[in-house]
């Protein structure tokens, strides 16, 4: 019998070191590939097509408002000058798609292509990492038609747009007001002398506000917005909108105390407004961020960048004869190509249904249904095997625990039940976190974090389950299982989203980006893991060793 309990001692310590280098490696492994990863157009982009027809506009300034939140936007106390320019033109609610960080959509912005087909990075990189658009972008497309560009923004810019498509440039390492202080009176003197043909000047401290200055509930957010509504008046008085046309958007929104990078409304939801030549005026409702490039690609009479998922706004585009009549054909042109080459780089092929008499919007509609059905037919031909493997995985410890049923059982699951309702209630009522990417500052602070409130969770969980079973009266290996147990079992609760997520996303991010939703719960959860299994072997040896102490006393 002594025996047997050593054996069950030691195996449960091993299980929970490896549980904890599962996890670790899991964790990591996950987050490099998702890192890494590159769209499957990375090597076999879609050729550039023709223009639509002539420019509609002299010039385009593309003012692009970096973290404005669509409601900050919509307060005319805050943003007076901004709600002028709205009633004047073309006025929209912008969709995007997580990961809502800037550096993606920043390549949604210029290449059309939403995050898993733009081949922009997955997150923000340092500057030194951050790689130059593989895709057709706006850039590069008005290169090619011999028109000339300027960008004057944060210096991630310099990085992404190839620098041989930009005529005139300016770029800063800072984020603050300062900072957007030099970025327009760099681009002034361009909208001044007039050569360029489409300025993108890029706004940045509003995101700083929400990231170091207390987040969208903090007075000095609307401030920064203020700030940025006095830059873009001073950026329209160079402009005559007669001729010129000016597009104000933003690449996320913020949480209230601050951040982004998840699948909230509330960053997924952002300003639109294009004012000026070729632009029809009124309320249109709601477009997509991959709507943009296309939109001022036949502004500017350029090609539709040839990854572009979404469609040109020519709802709202005083466009001529030869831009009705030619935008279906070249959209079909561009959609064919795109969905051809994406369906051939993931093997996996679904025809486009189009109707007799398509219009653009109703190409790029049947295209990308196409595109989407077969990304989804390849997904639901890859889960069910690992949907096999993932009950497999959960039924075992349940059968094995429904068998061995009873008191102590049922006293390591109150006990796993407490440590998840105080973990949960720490990380959402108290911190007010919430269950995405926008509330992850850096990989350190996340752990840290965890690690912190897995301790307190799973010591209030132990402290409950000891006084419930009498811990103190067994032997100090009794005891140790006893704390081996609960720690197993807290286990077992938090491997059910990481099993979640792996039947959805696989364990590596590979030819699709993950399902960001599920591939956050699988992370939080696997880092608890990681946490739970040091501490409880921590956790057992303390037990062990009161236990002894306490029957030394009382012997």
Known sequence: MKKASYSLFVAGIISCLLLASGAYFWATSLMDSLYAYHSPLHDESPPPGKPVGPPLTRRIVFVLLDALRLDTSLNADVMPFLNELRNQGARAVMHSRPPSYSDPAYSVLLTGAWPDLSDGPTFNLPYEETPTFTQDNLFSAAKREGLK???SGYYWFEKLVPQDAVDESFYTPSEDQAA???????????????????????IDQVDYAGHYEGGPRDTRWNAAARRADDL????????DLTQDTLLVASDHGQIDQGGHGGHEPVVLLEPFILVGAGVKSGDFGHVNMVDVAPTLAVLLGVNIPADSQGRALEEMLALTTIHTNALPWITYLQQKQLVEAYQSAIGWHVEALLPKQASAQKIVAAYQHALETARDSRLHEERPPRGFVSLV?????AGILFWRRGKTVAWLWIGALIYNIFFHLRYALLDHLTYSLSSVSSAEELILYVAITALASLGLAWIIVWWGLKAWRRNPIQAGELGLGLVLIVIYSLALPVLWSYYLNDVLTTWTLPDFPSVFWGLLSTVQILAVAVLGVLGTGAAVLFSWMVRNMSG
Do not use: K, S, Y
Request: hydrophobic letters at 60%; zero cysteines.
């Open 149 to 151: 560009t300027a960008l």
């Open 180 to 202: 957007d202080r030099q970025v327009v009176d760099a681009a002034l003197p361009w909208l001044e002398h007039g050569m360029d043909n489409f300025v993108l000047i890029h």
């Open 232 to 239: 873009i008046r001073e950026v329209v008085a160079e402009l």
């Open 393 to 397: 995985i959960a039924l075992i410890p």
